[in-house]
Protein backbone atom coordinates (compact mmCIF):
# COMPACT_ATOMS: atom_id res chain seq x y z
CA UNK A 1 0.00 0.00 0.00
CA UNK A 2 2.74 2.12 -0.76
CA UNK A 3 0.89 4.80 -2.87
CA UNK A 4 -2.05 4.90 -0.21
CA UNK A 5 0.48 5.57 2.50
CA UNK A 6 1.85 8.37 0.71
CA UNK A 7 -1.51 9.96 -0.21
CA UNK A 8 -3.13 9.57 3.23
CA UNK A 9 -0.09 10.63 4.73
CA UNK A 10 0.74 11.17 8.43
CA UNK A 11 -3.05 9.43 8.80
CA UNK A 12 -2.36 6.21 8.66
CA UNK A 13 0.09 6.31 11.47
CA UNK A 14 -2.38 8.08 13.66
CA UNK A 15 -5.22 5.99 13.21
CA UNK A 16 -3.38 2.44 13.52
CA UNK A 17 -1.43 3.74 16.63
CA UNK A 18 -3.50 4.17 20.05
CA UNK A 19 -3.85 7.56 20.17
CA UNK A 20 -4.48 8.04 24.15
CA UNK A 21 -6.53 11.38 22.56
CA UNK A 22 -9.32 9.90 21.34
CA UNK A 23 -12.39 8.58 22.92
CA UNK A 24 -11.57 5.32 21.74
CA UNK A 25 -8.80 5.04 24.43
CA UNK A 26 -10.25 6.92 27.11
CA UNK A 27 -8.94 10.00 26.64
CA UNK A 28 -10.01 13.63 27.43
CA UNK A 29 -9.55 15.70 23.91
CA UNK A 30 -13.53 14.82 23.43
CA UNK A 31 -14.85 15.08 26.78
CA UNK A 32 -18.67 15.11 25.15
CA UNK A 33 -17.95 11.60 23.66
CA UNK A 34 -15.41 9.99 26.13
CA UNK A 35 -18.02 7.40 26.97
CA UNK A 36 -21.74 6.98 27.02
CA UNK A 37 -23.46 10.60 28.77
CA UNK A 38 -26.25 8.61 30.57
CA UNK A 39 -26.63 6.62 33.19
CA UNK A 40 -23.50 4.49 32.89
CA UNK A 41 -22.52 3.84 36.30
CA UNK A 42 -19.38 5.40 37.22
CA UNK A 43 -17.90 2.49 39.40
CA UNK A 44 -16.65 0.56 35.78
CA UNK A 45 -14.16 3.18 35.01
CA UNK A 46 -11.74 1.42 36.74
CA UNK A 47 -12.42 -1.60 34.75
CA UNK A 48 -12.42 0.65 31.89
CA UNK A 49 -9.19 2.02 32.35
CA UNK A 50 -7.42 -1.36 33.33
CA UNK A 51 -9.06 -3.47 30.10
CA UNK A 52 -7.79 -0.32 28.00
CA UNK A 53 -4.21 -0.91 29.55
CA UNK A 54 -3.80 -4.16 28.81
CA UNK A 55 -5.71 -3.65 25.09
CA UNK A 56 -3.00 -1.44 24.32
CA UNK A 57 -0.28 -3.98 24.15
CA UNK A 58 -2.16 -5.73 21.20
CA UNK A 59 -2.13 -2.76 18.58
CA UNK A 60 -4.56 -3.03 15.86
CA UNK A 61 -1.70 -4.31 13.69
CA UNK A 62 -1.79 -7.71 15.89
CA UNK A 63 -5.48 -8.32 15.16
CA UNK A 64 -4.94 -7.46 11.82
CA UNK A 65 -2.36 -10.16 11.66
CA UNK A 66 -4.28 -12.90 13.39
CA UNK A 67 -7.06 -12.26 10.94
CA UNK A 68 -5.03 -12.39 7.77
CA UNK A 69 -3.71 -15.86 9.18
CA UNK A 70 -7.52 -16.62 10.74
CA UNK A 71 -5.72 -17.95 13.84
CA UNK A 72 -6.63 -17.59 17.09
CA UNK A 73 -5.57 -14.53 19.16
CA UNK A 74 -3.53 -16.49 21.87
CA UNK A 75 -0.95 -14.19 23.63
CA UNK A 76 -4.59 -11.91 24.07
CA UNK A 77 -6.42 -14.41 25.52
CA UNK A 78 -3.65 -15.56 27.68
CA UNK A 79 -3.14 -11.96 28.47
CA UNK A 80 -6.96 -11.63 29.25
CA UNK A 81 -6.76 -14.87 31.79
CA UNK A 82 -3.72 -13.73 33.59
CA UNK A 83 -4.99 -10.59 34.62
CA UNK A 84 -7.94 -12.09 35.73
CA UNK A 85 -11.15 -11.00 33.43
CA UNK A 86 -11.94 -13.49 32.18
CA UNK A 87 -13.31 -15.10 35.65
CA UNK A 88 -14.85 -11.72 36.44
CA UNK A 89 -18.13 -13.31 37.15
CA UNK A 90 -17.05 -16.71 38.99
CA UNK A 91 -17.49 -15.50 43.10
CA UNK A 92 -14.76 -15.00 45.09
CA UNK A 93 -14.98 -17.70 47.07
CA UNK A 94 -13.84 -20.26 43.76
CA UNK A 95 -11.10 -17.78 43.38
CA UNK A 96 -12.99 -15.34 40.96
CA UNK A 97 -13.64 -11.40 41.29
CA UNK A 98 -17.44 -12.13 41.85
CA UNK A 99 -18.78 -9.37 39.12
CA UNK A 100 -21.54 -9.37 37.81
CA UNK A 101 -22.88 -9.07 34.22
CA UNK A 102 -22.93 -5.22 33.83
CA UNK A 103 -19.10 -5.63 35.27
CA UNK A 104 -18.48 -8.60 32.54
CA UNK A 105 -20.02 -6.08 29.45
CA UNK A 106 -17.56 -3.74 30.38
CA UNK A 107 -14.49 -5.72 29.89
CA UNK A 108 -16.25 -6.95 26.28
CA UNK A 109 -16.99 -3.66 25.20
CA UNK A 110 -13.73 -2.10 26.37
CA UNK A 111 -11.79 -4.96 24.13
CA UNK A 112 -13.85 -4.04 21.04
CA UNK A 113 -14.11 -0.60 21.55
CA UNK A 114 -10.07 -0.69 21.85
CA UNK A 115 -9.88 -2.44 18.60
CA UNK A 116 -9.73 -6.22 19.37
CA UNK A 117 -12.95 -8.58 18.85
CA UNK A 118 -14.26 -10.13 22.01
CA UNK A 119 -15.86 -13.03 19.72
CA UNK A 120 -12.53 -15.17 21.17
CA UNK A 121 -13.44 -15.04 24.66
CA UNK A 122 -17.16 -14.26 25.26
CA UNK A 123 -18.07 -17.78 25.53
CA UNK A 124 -16.83 -18.06 29.35
CA UNK A 125 -18.83 -14.70 30.67
CA UNK A 126 -22.17 -16.16 28.92
CA UNK A 127 -21.59 -20.10 29.51
CA UNK A 128 -20.71 -18.90 33.25
CA UNK A 129 -24.20 -17.12 33.67
CA UNK A 130 -25.57 -20.95 32.71
CA UNK A 131 -23.13 -22.88 35.05
CA UNK A 132 -23.60 -20.16 38.15
CA UNK A 133 -26.94 -20.22 38.33
CA UNK A 134 -28.12 -23.92 37.72
CA UNK A 135 -25.05 -25.85 38.64
CA UNK A 136 -24.98 -27.93 41.11
CA UNK A 137 -22.33 -27.05 44.32
CA UNK A 138 -20.61 -30.48 43.20
CA UNK A 139 -19.82 -29.17 39.53
CA UNK A 140 -19.00 -24.99 41.25
CA UNK A 141 -16.54 -27.27 43.37
CA UNK A 142 -14.94 -29.24 40.70
CA UNK A 143 -14.75 -26.86 37.51
CA UNK A 144 -14.94 -22.78 39.08
CA UNK A 145 -11.42 -23.01 40.66
CA UNK A 146 -10.08 -24.38 37.59
CA UNK A 147 -11.39 -21.98 35.66
CA UNK A 148 -10.64 -18.89 37.91
CA UNK A 149 -7.24 -20.28 37.60
CA UNK A 150 -6.76 -20.10 34.10
CA UNK A 151 -6.00 -24.17 33.76
CA UNK A 152 -9.80 -24.59 32.34
CA UNK A 153 -11.30 -22.72 29.59
CA UNK A 154 -15.28 -23.06 29.36
CA UNK A 155 -15.69 -21.01 26.12
CA UNK A 156 -18.35 -23.07 24.16
CA UNK A 157 -21.78 -23.49 23.85
CA UNK A 158 -23.99 -25.88 21.70
CA UNK A 159 -27.15 -25.13 20.67
CA UNK A 160 -27.75 -24.87 16.89
CA UNK A 161 -28.10 -27.65 14.30
CA UNK A 162 -28.40 -27.53 10.77
CA UNK A 163 -31.68 -29.19 10.25
CA UNK A 164 -33.57 -27.17 12.80
CA UNK A 165 -31.77 -23.35 12.75
CA UNK A 166 -33.50 -20.98 14.95
CA UNK A 167 -36.29 -23.68 15.80
CA UNK A 168 -34.68 -24.65 18.62
CA UNK A 169 -37.46 -26.70 20.57
CA UNK A 170 -37.20 -29.09 17.69
CA UNK A 171 -33.43 -30.08 17.94
CA UNK A 172 -32.32 -33.70 17.09
CA UNK A 173 -29.74 -34.15 19.05
CA UNK A 174 -30.60 -36.87 21.73
CA UNK A 175 -28.97 -37.91 25.45
CA UNK A 176 -30.16 -41.36 26.65
CA UNK A 177 -29.67 -42.75 29.74
CA UNK A 178 -27.90 -45.85 29.93
CA UNK A 179 -26.07 -47.43 33.23
CA UNK A 180 -25.15 -44.09 34.69
CA UNK A 181 -24.14 -42.20 31.62
CA UNK A 182 -25.83 -40.23 28.82
CA UNK A 183 -24.72 -41.32 25.31
CA UNK A 184 -25.08 -38.38 22.84
CA UNK A 185 -26.03 -38.71 19.02
CA UNK A 186 -26.71 -35.98 16.54
CA UNK A 187 -24.98 -33.04 15.04
CA UNK A 188 -24.28 -29.30 15.98
CA UNK A 189 -23.06 -26.84 13.54
CA UNK A 190 -21.77 -23.30 14.28
CA UNK A 191 -20.36 -24.05 17.66
CA UNK A 192 -17.74 -21.33 18.68
CA UNK A 193 -14.20 -22.25 20.27
CA UNK A 194 -14.20 -25.51 20.45
CA UNK A 195 -10.65 -26.41 19.41
CA UNK A 196 -9.81 -23.65 22.16
CA UNK A 197 -11.79 -24.99 25.23
CA UNK A 198 -11.76 -27.73 27.65
CA UNK A 199 -15.81 -27.54 28.38
CA UNK A 200 -18.47 -27.06 26.52
CA UNK A 201 -22.24 -26.74 27.60
CA UNK A 202 -24.49 -28.98 25.10
CA UNK A 203 -28.17 -28.39 24.68
CA UNK A 204 -29.63 -32.31 23.99
CA UNK A 205 -33.09 -33.79 24.19
CA UNK A 206 -33.72 -36.56 26.56
CA UNK A 207 -37.41 -36.80 26.35
CA UNK A 208 -38.66 -37.15 22.05
CA UNK A 209 -40.38 -34.00 20.91
CA UNK A 210 -43.87 -35.93 20.68
CA UNK A 211 -43.72 -37.41 24.30
CA UNK A 212 -43.59 -33.55 26.34
CA UNK A 213 -46.84 -31.58 26.74
CA UNK A 214 -44.68 -28.31 25.89
CA UNK A 215 -42.09 -28.15 23.16
CA UNK A 216 -39.70 -26.72 25.53
CA UNK A 217 -39.65 -29.66 27.69
CA UNK A 218 -37.75 -32.85 27.57
CA UNK A 219 -34.50 -31.20 26.63
CA UNK A 220 -31.28 -31.04 29.14
CA UNK A 221 -27.65 -29.36 29.10
CA UNK A 222 -25.14 -31.01 30.01
CA UNK A 223 -20.96 -30.43 30.51
CA UNK A 224 -19.27 -32.09 27.88
CA UNK A 225 -15.59 -32.05 28.60
CA UNK A 226 -13.75 -31.75 25.22
CA UNK A 227 -10.42 -33.31 26.17
CA UNK A 228 -12.14 -36.28 26.70
CA UNK A 229 -15.18 -36.14 24.22
CA UNK A 230 -12.71 -35.40 21.11
CA UNK A 231 -12.20 -38.57 19.22
CA UNK A 232 -14.41 -40.46 21.59
CA UNK A 233 -17.54 -40.03 20.03
CA UNK A 234 -16.99 -36.58 18.76
CA UNK A 235 -15.47 -35.09 16.22
CA UNK A 236 -14.98 -31.50 15.08
CA UNK A 237 -14.73 -29.94 11.58
CA UNK A 238 -13.65 -26.32 11.48
CA UNK A 239 -16.28 -23.91 9.22
CA UNK A 240 -14.02 -21.18 7.09
CA UNK A 241 -16.47 -18.19 7.06
CA UNK A 242 -16.20 -14.33 6.38
CA UNK A 243 -15.16 -13.77 9.87
CA UNK A 244 -12.29 -14.81 11.90
CA UNK A 245 -14.51 -16.69 14.27
CA UNK A 246 -13.28 -19.94 15.03
CA UNK A 247 -16.41 -22.25 14.62
CA UNK A 248 -17.26 -25.58 13.89
CA UNK A 249 -19.52 -28.52 12.82
CA UNK A 250 -19.99 -31.36 15.41
CA UNK A 251 -20.83 -34.76 15.20
CA UNK A 252 -21.62 -36.99 17.91
CA UNK A 253 -21.65 -40.83 17.49
CA UNK A 254 -22.06 -42.37 20.54
CA UNK A 255 -20.57 -39.68 22.88
CA UNK A 256 -20.77 -40.57 26.34
CA UNK A 257 -20.93 -38.47 29.08
CA UNK A 258 -20.94 -39.00 32.94
CA UNK A 259 -24.54 -38.94 34.47
CA UNK A 260 -22.84 -36.08 36.79
CA UNK A 261 -22.46 -33.96 33.84
CA UNK A 262 -26.06 -33.21 33.44
CA UNK A 263 -26.61 -29.18 34.78
CA UNK A 264 -29.65 -29.40 37.21
CA UNK A 265 -33.02 -31.49 36.53
CA UNK A 266 -33.37 -33.56 33.28
CA UNK A 267 -36.22 -32.26 31.23
CA UNK A 268 -35.66 -28.76 31.99
CA UNK A 269 -32.78 -27.56 30.28
CA UNK A 270 -34.39 -25.10 28.04
CA UNK A 271 -35.55 -22.67 31.21
CA UNK A 272 -31.69 -23.26 32.79
CA UNK A 273 -29.87 -22.23 29.09
CA UNK A 274 -32.14 -18.68 28.79
CA UNK A 275 -30.31 -17.73 31.15
CA UNK A 276 -26.84 -18.55 29.64
CA UNK A 277 -28.60 -16.62 26.01
CA UNK A 278 -29.97 -13.40 28.04
CA UNK A 279 -26.25 -13.27 29.21
CA UNK A 280 -24.84 -13.78 25.70
CA UNK A 281 -27.03 -11.09 23.85
CA UNK A 282 -26.50 -8.47 26.72
CA UNK A 283 -23.05 -9.21 26.50
CA UNK A 284 -23.29 -9.18 22.39
CA UNK A 285 -24.85 -5.42 22.72
CA UNK A 286 -21.94 -4.77 24.50
CA UNK A 287 -19.54 -5.53 22.32
CA UNK A 288 -21.56 -4.09 19.47
CA UNK A 289 -21.49 -0.72 21.73
CA UNK A 290 -17.96 -1.17 21.57
CA UNK A 291 -17.31 -1.82 17.70
CA UNK A 292 -19.95 1.22 17.30
CA UNK A 293 -17.53 4.27 19.46
CA UNK A 294 -14.82 2.31 17.63
CA UNK A 295 -16.34 3.15 14.26
CA UNK A 296 -17.59 6.22 15.16
CA UNK A 297 -14.05 7.93 16.42
CA UNK A 298 -12.55 6.56 13.07
CA UNK A 299 -15.12 8.24 11.25
CA UNK A 300 -14.90 11.27 13.20
CA UNK A 301 -10.86 11.69 12.77
CA UNK A 302 -10.80 11.18 9.50
CA UNK A 303 -13.54 13.47 8.48
CA UNK A 304 -11.85 15.90 10.64
CA UNK A 305 -8.50 15.22 8.56
CA UNK A 306 -9.15 14.40 5.15
CA UNK A 307 -8.82 17.62 3.21
CA UNK A 308 -10.68 17.19 0.21
CA UNK A 309 -11.98 20.29 -2.20
CA UNK A 310 -9.52 22.16 0.02
CA UNK A 311 -11.41 21.61 3.15
CA UNK A 312 -11.65 18.75 5.94
CA UNK A 313 -14.00 16.31 4.25
CA UNK A 314 -16.64 16.60 7.90
CA UNK A 315 -17.29 20.39 7.41
CA UNK A 316 -19.73 18.82 4.93
CA UNK A 317 -22.89 18.04 6.52
CA UNK A 318 -23.71 14.75 3.84
CA UNK A 319 -20.73 13.34 5.52
CA UNK A 320 -20.65 14.82 9.15
CA UNK A 321 -24.48 14.10 9.81
CA UNK A 322 -24.36 10.24 9.52
CA UNK A 323 -21.64 10.33 12.07
CA UNK A 324 -23.78 12.18 14.33
CA UNK A 325 -26.51 10.18 13.55
CA UNK A 326 -24.65 6.56 14.04
CA UNK A 327 -23.26 8.12 17.60
CA UNK A 328 -27.01 9.31 18.67
CA UNK A 329 -28.44 5.22 17.59
CA UNK A 330 -25.10 3.94 20.08
CA UNK A 331 -25.98 5.84 22.55
CA UNK A 332 -29.23 4.98 22.69
CA UNK A 333 -28.69 1.22 22.26
CA UNK A 334 -26.42 1.66 24.84
CA UNK A 335 -29.07 2.84 27.46
CA UNK A 336 -31.06 -0.87 26.54
CA UNK A 337 -27.89 -2.54 26.87
CA UNK A 338 -27.55 -1.52 30.83
CA UNK A 339 -30.72 -2.07 31.42
CA UNK A 340 -30.56 -5.65 30.72
CA UNK A 341 -27.54 -6.16 32.23
CA UNK A 342 -28.89 -4.56 35.38
CA UNK A 343 -32.22 -6.84 35.40
CA UNK A 344 -29.76 -9.65 34.67
CA UNK A 345 -27.76 -8.62 37.68
CA UNK A 346 -30.87 -8.34 40.07
CA UNK A 347 -32.23 -11.98 38.93
CA UNK A 348 -34.94 -9.98 37.23
CA UNK A 349 -36.73 -11.25 34.15
CA UNK A 350 -34.53 -9.62 31.16
CA UNK A 351 -35.65 -11.40 28.25
CA UNK A 352 -37.12 -8.97 26.39
CA UNK A 353 -34.52 -6.07 27.41
CA UNK A 354 -31.87 -8.58 26.38
CA UNK A 355 -33.17 -9.46 22.95
CA UNK A 356 -34.31 -5.70 22.22
CA UNK A 357 -30.46 -4.38 23.64
CA UNK A 358 -29.11 -7.24 21.14
CA UNK A 359 -30.81 -5.45 17.98
CA UNK A 360 -30.67 -1.97 18.92
CA UNK A 361 -26.57 -2.63 20.23
CA UNK A 362 -26.01 -4.74 16.43
CA UNK A 363 -28.45 -2.27 14.10
CA UNK A 364 -26.26 0.94 15.56
CA UNK A 365 -22.80 -1.10 15.09
CA UNK A 366 -23.66 -1.89 11.53
CA UNK A 367 -24.92 1.47 10.54
CA UNK A 368 -21.55 3.00 12.29
CA UNK A 369 -19.73 0.20 10.37
CA UNK A 370 -21.29 1.46 7.13
CA UNK A 371 -20.66 5.09 7.95
CA UNK A 372 -16.94 4.54 8.56
CA UNK A 373 -15.82 2.65 5.35
CA UNK A 374 -18.30 5.40 3.34
CA UNK A 375 -16.21 8.24 5.13
CA UNK A 376 -13.28 6.72 4.60
CA UNK A 377 -13.84 6.55 0.45
CA UNK A 378 -11.18 4.08 -1.16
CA UNK A 379 -9.49 3.65 2.10
CA UNK A 380 -12.10 2.38 4.04
CA UNK A 381 -11.22 -1.11 1.86
CA UNK A 382 -7.98 -0.84 2.68
CA UNK A 383 -6.66 -3.95 5.26
CA UNK A 384 -4.21 -1.33 7.05
CA UNK A 385 -7.22 0.87 8.54
CA UNK A 386 -8.78 -2.07 10.08
CA UNK A 387 -12.33 -0.84 9.34
CA UNK A 388 -12.86 -3.82 6.75
CA UNK A 389 -12.21 -6.61 9.68
CA UNK A 390 -14.49 -4.40 12.26
CA UNK A 391 -17.00 -3.95 9.39
CA UNK A 392 -17.09 -8.06 8.90
CA UNK A 393 -16.88 -9.04 12.49
CA UNK A 394 -19.87 -6.47 13.72
CA UNK A 395 -21.90 -7.75 10.47
CA UNK A 396 -22.09 -11.35 12.44
CA UNK A 397 -24.41 -9.92 15.39
CA UNK A 398 -27.58 -9.23 13.33
CA UNK A 399 -27.35 -13.04 12.64
CA UNK A 400 -26.10 -14.25 15.81
CA UNK A 401 -26.87 -15.46 18.32
CA UNK A 402 -30.17 -14.68 17.18
CA UNK A 403 -31.28 -13.21 14.24
CA UNK A 404 -33.07 -10.01 13.87
CA UNK A 405 -36.43 -11.53 12.68
CA UNK A 406 -36.24 -13.93 15.94
CA UNK A 407 -36.02 -10.83 18.12
CA UNK A 408 -38.86 -9.34 16.45
CA UNK A 409 -40.83 -12.78 16.80
CA UNK A 410 -39.99 -12.63 20.41
CA UNK A 411 -40.99 -8.97 21.06
CA UNK A 412 -44.53 -9.53 18.94
CA UNK A 413 -45.45 -12.43 20.92
CA UNK A 414 -43.70 -12.16 24.16
CA UNK A 415 -44.08 -8.44 24.94
CA UNK A 416 -46.72 -7.77 23.12
CA UNK A 417 -49.09 -10.18 22.73
CA UNK A 418 -49.59 -10.74 19.47
CA UNK A 419 -51.13 -14.05 18.33
CA UNK A 420 -47.81 -16.34 17.95
CA UNK A 421 -46.69 -17.38 13.95
CA UNK A 422 -44.96 -20.43 15.12
C1 LIG B 1 -19.89 -17.21 13.12
C2 LIG B 1 -21.03 -17.86 13.86
C3 LIG B 1 -20.82 -18.33 15.14
C4 LIG B 1 -21.85 -19.01 15.82
N1 LIG B 1 -21.61 -19.54 17.06
C5 LIG B 1 -22.56 -20.33 17.64
C6 LIG B 1 -22.29 -21.04 18.86
O1 LIG B 1 -21.18 -20.94 19.43
N2 LIG B 1 -23.24 -21.88 19.36
C7 LIG B 1 -24.45 -22.04 18.75
O2 LIG B 1 -25.26 -22.81 19.25
N3 LIG B 1 -24.75 -21.37 17.59
C8 LIG B 1 -23.83 -20.53 17.03
N4 LIG B 1 -24.11 -19.86 15.86
C9 LIG B 1 -25.40 -20.10 15.20
C10 LIG B 1 -26.34 -18.90 15.24
O3 LIG B 1 -26.87 -18.76 16.54
C11 LIG B 1 -27.39 -19.13 14.16
O4 LIG B 1 -26.74 -19.00 12.90
C12 LIG B 1 -28.56 -18.17 14.27
O5 LIG B 1 -29.28 -18.42 15.45
C13 LIG B 1 -29.50 -18.30 13.07
O6 LIG B 1 -29.84 -19.65 12.84
P1 LIG B 1 -29.66 -20.31 11.39
O7 LIG B 1 -28.31 -19.92 10.90
O8 LIG B 1 -29.96 -21.74 11.49
O9 LIG B 1 -30.71 -19.56 10.50
P2 LIG B 1 -32.20 -20.05 10.13
O10 LIG B 1 -32.94 -20.39 11.37
O11 LIG B 1 -32.11 -21.06 9.06
O12 LIG B 1 -32.80 -18.70 9.53
C14 LIG B 1 -32.36 -18.18 8.27
C15 LIG B 1 -33.01 -16.83 8.07
O13 LIG B 1 -34.42 -16.98 8.06
C16 LIG B 1 -35.02 -16.16 9.05
N5 LIG B 1 -36.16 -16.87 9.64
C17 LIG B 1 -36.23 -18.17 10.03
N6 LIG B 1 -37.44 -18.45 10.52
C18 LIG B 1 -38.17 -17.32 10.45
C19 LIG B 1 -39.50 -16.95 10.82
N7 LIG B 1 -40.35 -17.83 11.38
N8 LIG B 1 -39.90 -15.68 10.60
C20 LIG B 1 -39.06 -14.78 10.04
N9 LIG B 1 -37.79 -15.06 9.68
C21 LIG B 1 -37.36 -16.31 9.88
C22 LIG B 1 -33.95 -15.89 10.08
O14 LIG B 1 -34.18 -14.70 10.78
C23 LIG B 1 -32.68 -15.85 9.22
O15 LIG B 1 -32.50 -14.55 8.72
C24 LIG B 1 -23.11 -19.14 15.20
C25 LIG B 1 -23.32 -18.63 13.91
C26 LIG B 1 -22.29 -18.00 13.24
C27 LIG B 1 -22.55 -17.49 11.83
Known sequence: MRRMSRRAGGRVRAQNAHDPGTFANGGARHPSTHTAMFNEPDEHQEIRDAVRHLCRQFPDEYFREIDARKAYPERFVD???EAGWLSAMIPEAYGGTGLGLTAASVIM???????GNAGAVHGQMYNMGTLLRS???????????????GKLRIQSMAVTEPTTGSDTTKIRTTAVKRDGRYVVNGQKVWISRVQHSDLMILL?????????RKKSEGMSIFIVDLREAIGRGLTVKPIANLVNHETNELFFDDLEIPEENLIGEEGCGFRYILDGLNAERTLIAAECIGDG?????????????????????GRNQGVAFPIADAFIEIEAANLMRFE????????????AQANMAKYLAAKA??????????THGG??????????????????????PISTNLVYAYVAEHVLGLPRSF
Open 109 to 115: EEINRSG
Open 204 to 212: ARTTPLAEV
Open 79 to 81: ALI
Open 293 to 313: YWFVERARKYASERVVFDRPI
Open 365 to 374: SWEAANVCLQ
Open 379 to 400: FGFANEYDIERKFRETRLYQVA
Open 340 to 351: AARLFDEMKPCG
Open 135 to 149: GSAAQKEKYLPAIAA
